[in-house]
């Protein structure tokens, strides 16, 4: 259950009116026990949730992820995509230094999958073009990709073509059916994650999860306004089951908010992580507000300079609003970007709602 902190109220008064000690209520909540909470704020006030079914739970996190991140995502996780290893036009790959994460994962009993891109280079180019021009070269990719991920015991890969855009869908289509052929062949599951504006791939070479990256007002790039907006996030879920099984298609959530000075002159917006965005408010004596057509929240403030800030982020409420897409479009499952940092209401808020589908 969740509660909005109002005028007046004090931790120790949400608790008490709740049957909750302050310490398990800041603990559940990820928050200062000596501090008051912000009004507006969205508190979890008991985990009376009933689990609607499991699901395929998937999150991704660097080599260098922290013991206490990994270990309490863990649990919640059906498979962990472990970054990356980049794509080169001659059909090399550049592997992460992955060894120690590798064994920390399946200790966890989260399955490994190796994350690989396509970055894009100074000029705005892919490999993809000199890739699909050359044979060799694509089968020195996918000969390299099934010799690493044997050799590191990775149950598969997660191919992430987040960093390109419909243009690259002929060739990124060519590219998924030779690789997941590949893939299948030697028994490696194949994953791959797409941009919100290219959903409706029609070849992803019977891949075993589709999942479609948050979708909408994320982009880097732009003046303040909702992240992910739950309308937006519905309307790419609906374009992608056009084209991939509701069985197969995993919803990431928006995990991380944006903070923008004002008036807002261009460039990118501070990334202001789940964690951190009560605390802000509550330093700069800001109140949370919600927006319901959204169904985000968000504060603004100034600093000391006395310049505007305007943040749109995400917590427990606006999180269960677009969790609650998985089950209305009975989707496999859910995926959860970067673990770290951790992120407690969020986790608490998806396994009050699904359990995990276990792959070890």
């Known amino acids: 259950m969740l509660y909005t902190v109002k005028y007046g109220d004090t931790l120790c008064s ?10 398990e209520l800041s603990t559940l909540n990820q928050i200062d026990p000596h501090i008051k909470p912000v009004v507006g704020q969205s508190l979890i006030v008991s985990d009376d949730s009933k689990r609607s079914r499991t699901l395929i739970i998937h999150g991704s996190a660097m080599p260098g992820v922290g013991d206490m991140a990994l270990m309490c995502a863990a649990p919640y996780l059906s498979y962990i995509s472990i970054s ?7 059909g090399a790959l550049t592997f992460p230094n992955d060894n120690t994460l590798l064994l920390r994962a399946r200790a966890c009993k989260a399955t490994p999958l190796l994350k690989i891109v396509c970055r894009k280079d100074h000029i705005g180019n892919t490999p993809l073009h000199s890739l699909i021009q050359n044979k060799a070269a694509m089968q020195t990719l996918y000969g390299n990709i099934v010799k690493y991920i044997s050799a590191k015991n990775y149950r598969g890969i997660n191919f992430d073509a987040e960093g390109l855009h419909s243009e690259n869908t002929d060739e990124l289509s060519l590219l998924l059916t030779n690789l997941g052929t590949a893939l299948k062949e030697n028994g490696f599951i194949f994953a791959v994650t797409l941009p919100w504006d290219m959903p409706a791939l029609t070849d992803i070479a019977g ?31 609906e374009c992608a089951l056009c084209a991939i099984p509701a069985d197969k298609l995993l919803m990431e959530l928006p995990t991380f908010g944006r903070n923008w000075s004002l008036p807002y002159r261009g460039g990118i917006p ?10 802000l408010a509550y ?22 300079a006395g310049t505007e800030h305007m943040v749109w982020f995400h917590d427990p409420r ?10 209305k479009h009975n989707l496999g499952g859910v995926s959860w970007g970067n673990i770290a940092p951790f992120y407690r209401p969020g986790w608490i808020v998806l396994g009050g709602m699904y359990g995990a589908k276990r792959a070890l």
């Open 14 to 23: 949400v608790a008490e009116a709740h049957n909750m000690s302050t310490a």
């Open 84 to 90: 990356s290893a980049m794509m080169l036009s001659d």
């Open 207 to 237: 891949a075993d999860m589709a999942i479609i990256s948050a979708c909408g007002r994320d982009t880097p790039y732009g003046p303040p306004l909702p992240l992910s907006p739950v309308d937006e996030m519905e309307k790419a879920i």
């Open 270 to 279: 501070r990334t202001v992580y789940l964690c951190e965005a009560p605390a």
């Open 283 to 304: 330093n700069h004596f800001a109140d949370i507000r919600y927006d319901h057509g959204t169904q985000a929240p968000h504060f603004s403030y100034y600093d000391s």
């Open 318 to 327: 606006s999180l269960t609003v677009r969790l609650a897409l998985a089950e």
